[in-house]
């Protein structure tokens, strides 16, 4: 099986789909003569043409609007936003225009735009390079939110992405993109070939949105995470020897109740674990969920761990990650109480 | 009117105050010893000194993610700048900003962006109060070939001439847009003439030439001043490092970088004329040299030895009252 970091598979997904589907069409800023800031594009501009791989000025506003007006009218445009925090001059648009078109023309108009952006902290990009807005996204109905935290899952979404019919919201951690990380900074950097993850087949192949990932069974909790964060609360929960139930979401929106409640009825704890920050996160909509749906179940409060309520800060980017400490608070209160 | 020695010797040691800065940056860079990204603003000194040495400081700045030649240009304190890139406890914004987010509203400095586009609908608003306030004053929004493409700019520049508001907006063409050339970036290929066609006076000038830009900004300045409403000007300039630190540069063609340095550097350029029309003795300027190195070094010393944030500082500033 061939090795892939996640910026390989991304490519990969890519390539595939421009060469299966002459409606596919990247578009974005730097992404075809340079290759896009992370390499993601690299070499598809040679290979696929300029008309199907666009160069755009610095417009977010206009690249996702474009991207809809091209969706609608039969071709499936893969736009990227060069990091997420770039995302906000097209809210407007995702917000008003892309989410709701199916919906307004009673399903007679769809635009089956795919947005993929880097996102999350970890690499000291300062505030405007290291934002998890996902959860943002998760409040606007009409598109889906995806966000893998592997190279094999990665190439899998964004093909079923691209291939989905609806708008989808494509978050790639840019933490994980060479390796998988624990929250430690000090450690050295692990590559993804050391992990099974970062198996990945060069053909055609889907992983669906919607269906999340037990990275791993267990049974004395429940951790929900997805993102950079899958990594760093196994680790957490290894170091403390818990035998933990660790839930990757994959996709927020749709996201995968039954996989999330048969665990947390099983356990009867559970850990929330994101990026971004607390409140009014996409962590409450899981805690709210989950006592909806195993109230009688919990042995224990639900903790969260998440982003400081703060713009994400300059100097002090191991402070405010939610690293292993601030998850290892968590699974203690969840164990300790009765 | 001619420059005075004084104010001469000024812009030469503010140009190569921003040079200085940068090139140790470059390296201090390198050390890994500096979190986030860095865009330096080598090369395009003539520029934001050209401007700002005709500003006061209740005249407003706005600038982008490439702005420490921006801040040291408007004033701000060139110790406090480094120490804010170093993340230090006692930086400009207290290590909250980082490189691509100083600002000092006491010298008018109303904050580098790393935004692309953010900046000229801001300064379109400082435009608003320096009309309100009837002194005069000026806002200027640095931006460049790639945030002139970006609908926030076109918004600004129309706003600016329907309030008829002392804006400038000042597009500094280094052509790169990030990594993708401006010829290909920007449709019309001419900024100057897009600007005018919003309806205000757009002018353009070599940026590489410090001379240059002063009188032009001399001229277009008294227009905005006057009340005359906003102004467009171009200045042709060069970027002599990436468009971020680490940047491979792929896209530039052989020797580029050599020859840029060699035949646009506004350093030189200064000194060329400055010795042609016998404006200033050269020596007066290698003494400016010794004495911008060793703000550098201090600069850089002090940073390195300052405090770190404290955990709980990060919660302080997000409101003004909690």
């Keep these: 099986m061939p090795q892939m970091n996640m910026i390989q598979a991304l490519n990969s997904a890519m390539d595939i789909m421009l060469t299966r589907d002459p409606s596919v069409v990247l578009m974005g800023e730097d992404i075809g003569y340079f290759g896009g800031v992370f390499r993601t594009t690299e070499g598809l501009q040679r290979k696929h043409g300029e008309h199907r791989v666009l160069d755009t000025p610095i417009a977010e506003g206009g690249i996702i609007a474009a991207a809809i007006g091209m969706g609608v009218n039969g071709l499936r445009p893969v736009a990227e936003i060069q990091f997420a925090d770039y995302i906000y001059p097209g809210f407007d648009q995702i917000v008003s225009e892309l989410a709701r078109l199916r919906f307004r023309t009673a399903g007679d108009f769809f635009a089956p735009v795919t947005i993929r952006t880097p996102c999350g902290g970890g690499i000291r990009g300062g505030q405007t390079h290291s934002q998890s807005p996902e959860g943002i996204f998760t409040h606007v109905c009409g598109v889906k ?96 020897g818990l035998d933990a139930e660790v839930i990757d979401l994959r996709s927020m929106v749709p996201l995968d109740v039954d996989t999330i409640c048969t665990s947390v009825k099983k356990t009867g704890r559970c850990v929330v674990a994101h990026e971004a920050t607390r409140f009014s996160g996409f962590g409450a909509e899981l805690v709210a969920l989950i006592q909806e749906e195993c109230f009688w179940n919990l042995e224990a409060p639900i903790q969260r761990v998440a982003g400081w309520d703060t713009p994400y800060p300059h100097a002090f980017e191991w402070e405010y990650f939610p690293g292993q400490a601030r998850v290892t608070t968590a699974l203690k209160a969840v164990m300790e109480s009765a | ?128 109060a320096a009309r309100m306030d009837g002194a005069g004053k000026v806002s200027i929004a640095f931006s460049g070939d790639g945030a002139c493409n970006q609908g926030t700019t076109f918004e600004a520049m129309n706003m600016a001439v329907v309030l008829k508001l002392p804006v400038i907006f000042v597009y500094e063409n280094n052509h790169y847009s990030e990594h993708t050339g401006a010829d290909y970036a920007v449709g019309s290929k001419d900024m100057t003439k897009r600007a005018a066609g919003f309806g205000m006076l757009a002018r353009k000038a070599d940026g590489c030439d410090f001379f240059a830009v002063y009188d032009l900004m001399t001229e277009v300045l008294q227009h905005c001043r006057s009340g005359a409403g ?46 042609a029309r016998k404006l200033i003795d050269l020596a007066e300027l290698d003494a400016i040299d010794a004495q911008v190195m060793q703000l550098i070094e201090s600069a850089v010393t002090q940073a390195r030895a300052a405090p770190v944030p404290q955990a709980a500082d990060v919660f302080e500033d997000v409101y003004v009252t909690y």
Excluded at chain 1, 148 to 173: R, T, W
Excluded at chain 2, 107 to 127: D, Q, R
Aim: aromatic share 8%.
């Design chain 1, 145 to 240: 939110v995806a966000m893998p935290s592997n190279p094999y899952d990665a190439k899998g979404m964004l093909i079923a992405s691209i291939e989905d019919d609806d708008p989808v919201l494509f978050f790639e951690p840019k933490r994980l993109y060479n390796g998988p990380f624990d929250g430690d900074p000090n450690k050295p950097a692990v590559p993804w070939s050391t992990h099974p993850k970062g198996e990945v087949p060069d053909g055609y192949y889907t992983v669906p949105l919607g269906k999340a990932d037990i990275v791993r069974p267990g049974n004395d909790l429940t951790i929900v995470t997805y993102g950079t964060m899958t990594f760093v609360a196994a680790a957490a929960a290894a170091a403390m």
């Design chain 2, 230 to 275: 906003p102004a467009s000007v171009e200045l042709d300039t060069e970027r002599f490092f990436g468009h971020f630190e680490g940047d491979p540069q792929r896209y530039r063609g052989p020797g580029e970088l050599e020859r840029l340095r060699e035949t646009r550097d506004c350093l030189k350029n200064f000194r060329a004329t400055a010795k």
């Design chain 2, 1 to 128: 009117m001619p420059l005075s020695k004084d104010q001469l010797r000024r812009a030469y040691r503010q140009m190569k105050t921003i040079r200085e800065f940068e090139e140790r940056l470059h390296l201090e860079i390198a050390t890994g010893d500096i979190a986030g990204f860095t865009h330096l603003y080598c090369g395009q000194e003539a520029v934001a000194v050209g401007v700002c040495e005709h500003l006061a400081n209740d005249d407003f700045i706005v600038s982008t993610h490439r702005g420490h030649g921006h801040c040291i240009a408007k004033g701000c304190d060139v110790v406090g700048m480094m120490k804010e890139i170093y993340g230090r406890r006692d930086g400009l914004c207290k290590g909250k900003g980082g490189s691509m987010h100083i600002a000092d509203v006491n010298v008018g400095m109303l904050g580098a962006n790393g935004i692309v586009g953010a900046g000229a609908p801001l300064a379109v608003g400082a435009g608003v």
